[in-house]
C-alpha cells in the first residue's frame, strides 16, 4: 500500500495550486463580498482542463483518475470554497452522469463543450418539498408526441445563475414512487425553461445558487438520461460521486484556515509573546492539523475505492461525514484563535467558517451520510 | 519552425532563508521550480509555434531530479525535451555550462531560433545565452520584452535602462527573455497526464554530445567560488538617535552602506 | 585548466550532518555512514570551514596562470550612449584607480562609437591613463558583433589584466559574449572588488540565490580577468581638469557580417509606473500623515528614492491616498527591498502586509508604537520634519533619482 503520490498527482497538485494562489486567492475576498459569479475564472479552469478532469480524452476531458481530481478540488477550495463547488458540480454532478448513462450521441453533444469550459453545468434535483427526501420530486414529466413537457421548481441549484446544461429529475410514473424518477438534459434554452429567485448565501457566495423554474419546459424526448424510471439510480450514484468532490472541498476550506492561524499565531504577541508560544493555541493548532490529515486520507482512500471498486457509497458517504463536520469544527477554531479580528471581514477566517457551514447541509446532509453509513453495516 | 527552449530547473530563491546562527542557505522545503524567465522563454515559443507551426525542442541541462521540470515544459506545450545529465558536467561555471549547452543544441541539428530567460534566479549571471550565441556563431537578441518572427527574421523590442530600441536579427538566432514578455501558461491537465505516461526524456551524457572533456565541469571552468557567506545582517531594531539633521543622515549612510540605495 | 575539488576523508566522520546545512548547493548528503558529494559541488570550501573533524578538504592546486605576468593594467569598458558616458563608466574608472594603484599598474578605458573621440580627456581627468578610441559611423550605436569585435581584438593585442564593464543592457550583453570568445572567466554584477593580498588575484564579491547570499568569484587561470560591476556601487574620482593621458586611435576592419542585429528604431520611455508588488522602494505613510495633503512630502520622499507610494488602511479610508496604495490584511502584500513607515503604528493588519521587505524604516513620534518592532532603523520624530529632512539628505548624498 502506498501513500506517496504518483508523478502525474504531484504535478496536478502543483498545478492547482499556483493556479489556486495566483488567479482564485486575489479574487476570493471579492467574489464573496459582490457574490458575484466568477464566469472568467470558471472559463480559465476550463481551458486548463479542470471542468471535465475525469471525461474520456475521446469527449474532451483529460480522463484522470479521481485521486487526481480530489487533490485539485482541494487546492482550488483552499483559495475558494465557491470557486470550488462551481467546479466540482461541472465536474462530478453533470460530466460523471452523463459519462456513466448518455448515449453516444449524447455525449458528443455536451461532454466536449462541458469538459472545455465552453459550457457550464448544473445538477437539479433538490426541490422546496424534496430535500434530503429526494424520492418525494414534485416536478412532473408528460411525454407528449416526441417531446417531455416538464413542470416544476428546483432550488438551491449550484452554478444555476450562469450554467447552459441541467440534468433535471423528473417524475415520469408518480404512481412508482422513486422508481417513477427519470433524469433529463435540459439547455437553459429550451422554451419553458427560467432560473427564478437567485439565492442570497451565507457562504459560497458567488456559485450561483438559484431557483429552476419549469413551466410547460418542452425537452426533446432525446434528451432523456438513461431509461424512464431510472433518474433516482442515477441520482444517487451521482451523489456518491458528487459528495467525494465536497470532502475534497472541506479539506482544503480546513488547510486555509490552519494556515491562516499559523500565521496569525506567530505573529500576534500577547503578554510579551506570540500566541503561538502558548499551549492552549499549541494544542488547538495541534488537533486542527490531525483531523485535517484524518479528513484527507478518507477522502483519497474514498476517491480510490470509485476508481477501483464497483460499489463506494460507504466510503464516499464516511469521507464526506468527516470531513465536513471537521471542516465546521476547525473553522470555529480558527476564528477563536483569531480572536476578535477573526470576527471581522478584514481576515479569511470570518468567510471561511461562513463557507464551512455548507459542507454539512448539500450534496446529502450528515444525517444521510449517517444513513448511508449504518445502512450498509446493519442489515 | 524548429525552435529550442532552453530552461534551467532552479530553488525557488524568493522562499529561501539565511540560518542566522551559521549564515547558510536553508534550502530544506524550498521547491524547485522552472526558472521564471525560463517559463517567459517557453511561453514565447508556444506563441510562436501557434502562429508559425512546427516544434518545440527543451533542453535543460541538470541533475536527474531535473527531470520534473521538463515534464512541466511538457505539460505546457512543448513538444520534446532533452536533459543534460552527466556527473562530468558538475561544477561548471557559465563558460562550462554554455559550452555543453551549445553541443546539445548542436546535437539536436535542427533550428531556426533558439530562446532563452535571461537570467537564472540562483545564478544570476545572465552570461549563458550570450555565450551560447557566441559559440554558434549566432546573432543574439538579450532583454527581449517581445518576439515575432517576420520573413525569417526575428523581430523583437529590446528592453533598455530608459527605453527599449526595435531590433532586427536573421535567423538561426538567440533570444533571452525578461519577464514582462508574458505570462507564462498554466500546465494543462491533460498534458500532465502524458507527461508522466507516454513522455520519454533522453539523459544525454559528455559523449553523446561529443563535448571535449577539458570544455566541460570543473575542468571546463574558468571562474571559481572562493567562498561564500550571508550578506551583513541589517540592524534589527537600530534606533537611530540625535538632531534629525544627524539621524537622516545616518539613516542615509546604513542604507547605502547596505547597498538599499545607490547612485 | 583543472580547478580544485572536494574530498571527503571517512576516517574521522562521525556523520554529524554539519557539512549537509553549511553547503549553500544542497550537495552533499549522507547515505549510511558516508558522505556523498553530488555533482551539484561547486567546492566552494563552506563545508571544510563547517566540519569540526577536518574530513573534508579542497584538492587540486590553483595553477598558476600562465604568462600572468605578461598582462598588465586594469582596463574600463567606458559605455556612452548618445556621445555621453554612462555614469558607472565614470564609477567604474574610480575603482579601477584603486586596484591598479594596489597592482602597480595603469588604468585604460576603452571608448567605442562614432564623434565621440572628445569624451576621451573626460576619462582621463576621471582617472584614465590611457583611452583606446574606436571612432567610427558603423558603431554609433551599440551592436554586439561590431562592439565585441573592438573588443576582443584589443584585449589580444594589449593583454591587460583586468577588464571591467558596467553590468547596464549592454555590458551585459557584451562581455559574455567577449568571454565565450576569448575562452575568459568573467563574474557578473559585481558589488565589491578587491585584490587578493597573496595571489593578487582580483576577488570579484556577488549577489547570488536572489541576493540571499554573497559570493567571492575568482579566475585563476584565465587573463584579463573579467566583470560586469553594478552601476551605482563603485565610487567615482573627482574630475581632475589637470591630469593627462594618452588617446590611442584603435584601427579594426568592422565588415558586413560582423553587424549581426540591425537596430530599425530607438525609443525612449519614461518608466512604467510599476504596481506596488513590484516596487523596489515602498514610502508609506499612516495616521500620522494627517491629510490627504500631508501625503505631499510621503509622495516627495518616494519620488526622490525613484519608489512607489503607500498606505496604511486608515490613510486609505480617510481618503488621503487611493486604495490601490493599500498595503495590509485588506490590501497588498509587498516585498520591497525597502519600506519606510511614516506615521504608520504597526497594527498587526499592516505588519502583515509589509513585515516580510528586505529592510524596514519606521518613523514614528510614538516611541512604542508597534512598528518599531519590525523595523530594522527606527528614528522617533515628527515625520513632518524628519520625512522632509530625509529628502534632503538623500538629494545632498548625490543618491536621488529624481528626474
Not at chain 1, 86 to 97: G, T
Not at chain 1, 305 to 321: C, I, N, V, Y
Not at chain 3, 105 to 129: C, D, F, P, S, W
Not at chain 3, 314 to 331: C, L, M, N, P, R
Request: aromatic content about 6%; some cysteine; glycine content about 8%.
Amino acid at each position: 500500500m502506498e501513500f506517496k503520490l504518483s508523478k502525474e498527482q504531484e504535478m496536478m497538485q502543483k498545478m492547482a495550486k499556483e493556479f489556486a494562489d495566483k488567479e482564485i486567492a486575489p479574487l476570493s475576498q471579492e467574489i464573496d463580498k459582490t457574490h458575484k459569479f466568477p464566469i472568467e475564472l470558471a472559463r480559465k479552469m476550463g481551458t486548463l482542463g479542470l471542468m471535465g478532469m475525469m471525461v474520456e480524452p475521446a469527449m474532451g476531458g483529460a480522463g484522470c483518475d479521481t485521486v487526481c481530481y480530489t487533490i485539485a478540488i482541494e487546492e482550488l477550495a483552499r483559495a475558494s470554497a465557491a470557486v470550488a463547488i462551481i467546479a466540482s458540480v461541472n465536474n462530478s454532478l453533470v460530466c460523471y452522469p452523463l459519462q456513466k448513462n448518455a448515449t453516444e450521441d449524447q455525449k458528443k453533444s455536451y461532454l466536449p463543450d462541458l469538459a472545455s469550459g465552453k459550457k457550464l453545468g448544473s445538477f437539479g434535483l433538490t426541490e422546496p418539498g424534496a430535500g434530503t427526501d429526494a424520492g418525494s420530486q414534485a416536478t412532473v414529466a408528460v411525454k407528449k408526441d416526441n417531446e417531455y413537457i416538464l413542470n416544476g421548481t428546483k432550488i438551491f441549484i449550484t452554478n444555476a445563475t450562469n450554467a447552459d446544461t441541467f440534468i433535471i429529475f423528473a417524475m415520469t410514473d408518480k404512481a412508482k414512487g422513486p422508481k417513477g424518477i427519470s433524469a433529463f438534459i435540459v439547455e437553459k434554452t429550451f422554451p419553458g425553461f427560467s432560473i427564478g429567485t437567485v439565492e442570497e448565501l451565507m457562504g459560497i457566495r458567488g456559485s450561483g445558487q438559484a431557483e429552476l423554474v419549469m413551466d410547460n419546459c418542452r425537452v426533446p424526448a432525446g434528451n432523456l438520461l438513461g431509461a424512464e424510471g431510472a433518474g433516482f439510480g442515477i441520482a444517487m450514484a451521482t451523489l456518491d460521486s458528487g459528495r467525494i468532490g465536497v470532502a475534497a472541498q472541506a479539506v482544503g476550506i480546513a488547510q486555509a484556515a490552519l494556515e491562516e492561524c499559523q500565521r496569525y499565531a506567530m505573529e500576534r504577541e500577547q503578554f510579551g509573546k506570540p500566541i503561538g508560544k502558548f499551549q492552549a493555541i499549541q494544542w488547538m493548532v495541534a488537533d486542527m492539523a490531525t483531523e485535517i490529515e484524518a479528513a484527507r486520507l478518507l477522502v483519497r482512500k474514498a476517491a480510490y475505492a470509485k476508481d477501483t471498486q464497483k460499489r463506494f457509497s460507504a466510503e464516499a458517504a464516511m469521507a464526506k461525514l468527516y470531513a465536513s463536520e471537521m471542516c465546521m469544527r476547525v473553522t470555529v477554531k480558527a476564528v477563536q484563535i483569531h480572536g476578535g479580528y477573526g470576527y471581522t471581514k478584514d481576515y479569511l477566517v470570518e468567510r471561511l467558517i461562513r463557507d464551512a457551514k455548507i459542507t454539512e447541509i448539500y450534496e446529502g446532509t450528515s444525517e444521510v451520510q449517517r444513513m448511508v453509513i449504518s445502512g450498509g453495516l446493519l442489515k | 519552425m524548429d525552435i529550442i527552449c532552453l530552461m534551467k530547473q532552479v530553488p525557488d530563491t524568493t522562499d529561501v532563508k539565511i540560518d542566522p546562527k551559521t549564515g547558510t542557505l536553508i534550502r530544506e522545503g524550498v521547491p524547485s521550480i522552472i526558472n521564471p524567465e525560463d517559463k517567459n522563454a517557453i511561453e514565447a515559443a508556444l506563441v510562436l509555434k501557434e502562429k508559425h507551426g512546427g516544434k518545440i525542442v527543451c533542453i535543460s541541462m541538470g541533475p536527474p531530479q531535473a527531470e520534473d521540470a521538463l515534464r512541466e515544459a511538457y505539460a505546457m506545450g512543448v513538444d520534446e525535451c532533452v536533459l543534460l545529465c552527466d556527473r562530468a558536467f558538475a561544477g561548471a561555471d557559465t563558460l562550462a555550462t554554455s559550452y555543453a549547452l551549445a553541443m546539445a543544441i548542436k546535437a539536436v541539428g535542427k533550428y531556426d531560433i533558439i530562446i532563452s530567460g535571461r537570467q537564472a534566479i540562483d545564478g544570476d549571471t545572465a552570461q549563458i545565452g550570450p555565450q551560447i550565441a557566441e559559440w554558434l556563431k549566432m546573432p543574439q537578441i538579450t532583454y527581449a520584452r517581445t518576439l515575432e518572427v517576420k520573413d525569417n527574421k526575428a523581430h523583437v523590442e529590446r528592453l533598455l535602462e530608459d527605453g527599449f530600441e526595435v531590433v532586427e536579427a536573421p535567423l538561426p538566432c538567440l533570444v533571452t527573455c525578461v519577464k514582462e514578455m508574458n505570462k507564462p501558461r498554466y500546465p494543462t491537465v491533460s498534458r500532465i497526464l502524458k507527461a508522466c505516461k507516454e513522455l520519454k526524456i533522453p539523459f544525454w551524457n559528455a559523449q553523446q554530445i561529443n563535448a571535449e572533456k577539458s570544455r566541460i565541469g570543473l575542468d571546463g571552468s574558468a571562474t571559481g567560488v572562493k567562498r561564500t557567506f550571508a550578506p551583513e545582517p541589517k540592524g534589527l531594531g537600530k534606533m537611530l538617535t540625535g538632531k534629525t539633521e544627524d539621524v537622516v543622515k545616518q539613516l542615509v549612510k546604513h542604507l547605502e552602506n547596505d547597498n538599499i540605495i545607490n547612485r | 585548466m583543472t580547478m580544485a575539488e572536494l574530498k571527503w576523508k571517512p576516517e574521522n566522520c562521525a556523520q554529524c550532518g554539519e557539512c549537509v546545512g553549511a553547503c549553500p548547493y544542497g550537495a552533499l548528503e549522507i547515505v549510511g555512514d558516508k558522505v556523498i558529494i553530488k555533482t551539484t559541488c561547486t567546492a566552494c570550501g563552506a563545508c571544510v570551514d563547517s566540519c569540526a573533524s577536518d574530513c573534508l578538504e579542497i584538492i587540486g592546486a590553483e595553477k598558476k596562470v600562465a604568462g600572468a605576468g605578461e598582462h598588465k593594467n586594469v582596463w574600463v569598458f567606458a559605455e556612452q550612449r548618445d556621445g555621453k558616458l554612462s555614469k558607472v563608466a565614470i564609477q567604474l574608472l574610480g575603482c579601477a584607480h584603486g586596484l591598479a594603484k594596489e597592482l602597480n599598474q595603469q588604468v585604460g578605458a576603452i571608448l567605442i562609437g562614432h564623434n565621440i573621440t572628445k569624451l576621451a580627456q573626460e576619462l582621463i581627468h576621471r582617472g584614465a591613463n590611457i583611452v583606446y578610441v574606436f571612432d567610427d559611423p558603423k558603431v554609433a550605436q551599440y551592436s554586439t558583433g561590431p562592439y565585441a569585435k573592438v573588443i576582443c581584438e584589443l584585449i589580444t593585442k594589449e593583454r591587460p589584466n583586468i577588464v571591467l564593464y558596467g553590468a547596464t543592457t549592454i555590458g551585459r550583453d557584451l562581455a559574455p559574449r567577449i568571454a565565450r570568445r576569448l575562452n575568459l572567466g568573467l563574474t557578473a554584477d559585481c558589488t565589491e572588488l578587491t585584490i587578493d593580498k597573496e595571489t593578487r588575484f582580483l576577488l570579484q564579491t556577488r549577489p547570488a540565490f536572489g541576493g540571499n547570499v554573497m559570493a567571492t568569484i575568482m579566475s585563476p587561470t584565465t587573463r584579463p580577468q573579467m566583470s560586469t560591476v553594478r552601476p551605482g556601487i563603485m565610487k567615482e574620482l573627482e574630475a581632475d581638469p589637470n591630469k593627462t593621458g594618452e588617446v590611442e586611435k584603435v584601427k579594426v576592419d568592422i565588415k558586413e557580417e560582423d553587424m549581426l542585429v540591425k537596430i530599425l528604431q530607438v525609443v525612449k520611455e519614461a518608466k512604467k509606473i510599476a504596481n506596488l508588488d513590484e516596487a523596489r522602494i515602498i514610502v508609506s505613510g499612516g495616521r500620522g500623515v494627517g491629510s490627504a495633503d500631508g501625503f505631499k512630502v510621503i509622495r516627495e520622499l518616494a519620488e526622490t528614492l525613484g519608489g512607489e507610494v503607500g498606505g496604511s488602511r486608515v490613510a486609505v479610508e480617510k481618503g488621503w491616498i487611493s486604495q490601490d496604495h493599500q498595503v495590509g490584511q485588506t490590501g497588498k502584500t509587498v516585498r520591497p527591498d525597502l519600506y519606510i513607515a511614516c506615521g504608520i503604528s504597526g497594527s498587526i493588519q499592516h505588519r502583515a502586509g509589509m513585515q516580510s521587505s528586505k529592510c524596514i524604516v519606521a518613523i514614528n513620534k510614538n516611541p512604542d508604537a508597534m512598528i518599531f518592532k519590525v523595523a530594522h532603523y527606527g528614528i522617533v520624530g515628527d515625520l513632518h520634519d524628519v520625512v522632509p529632512a530625509l529628502t534632503e539628505a538623500i538629494k545632498a548624498a548625490g543618491l536621488s533619482k529624481k528626474q
